[in-house]
């Protein structure tokens, strides 16, 4: 499979999109840094609370493409999302990821991901932003 068949247009749109790029400033209840020390891929992920859910997302990507589309894909769906939808839609990442099939409902956007599943070695890139928002989660106390 060559690059081009990786960086498929819907990708690359919603990476140049930046949905959430910033910081939430005060607002934040939670804010992590995850590197991946194999590319140099690092994400701050910010989270803010709304009661049990989450009311807002904000992060800045230092790193791929891969890794800046996902993580404008969690800024845009996670509000309004629980701990336990956006623990499925880390997995439902991980299965596609594996080869399975893009999942129904709010996450259908990682669709865009399916290319990668053919390059284990890129897989860590969208799953980094994945993990920055299960520790905020964490830290939030989500």
């Given at each position: 499979m060559m690059a081009e068949d990786l960086y498929q247009e819907a990708l690359l749109t919603k990476a140049r999109s930046a949905t959430g790029a910033g910081t939430l400033g005060e607002r934040a209840d939670s804010r992590?840094?995850?590197?991946?020390?194999?590319?140099?891929?690092?994400?701050?992920?910010?989270?803010?609370?709304?009661?049990d859910r989450v009311g807002a997302i904000a992060h800045k990507v230092r790193g791929c493409i891969l890794c800046q589309a996902a993580a404008?894909?969690?800024?845009?769906?996670?509000?309004?999302?629980?701990?336990?939808?956006?623990?499925?839609?880390?997995?439902?990442?991980?299965?596609?990821?594996?080869?399975?099939?893009?999942?129904?409902?709010a996450w259908t956007g990682l669709a865009i991901f399916t290319p990668v599943a053919a390059h284990k070695s890129r897989h860590q890139c969208v799953l980094l932003p994945f993990e920055a928002l299960r520790r905020a989660?964490?830290?939030?106390g989500l």
């Open positions: 992590v840094t995850v590197d991946n020390p194999l590319c140099g891929d690092r994400i701050t992920l910010e989270l803010s609370r709304d009661g404008a894909l969690i800024a845009e769906q996670a509000p309004g999302q629980t701990r336990g939808d956006l623990i499925a839609a880390e997995d439902a990442a991980r299965a596609l990821l594996a080869g399975g099939v893009p999942p129904a409902g989660l964490d830290e939030a």
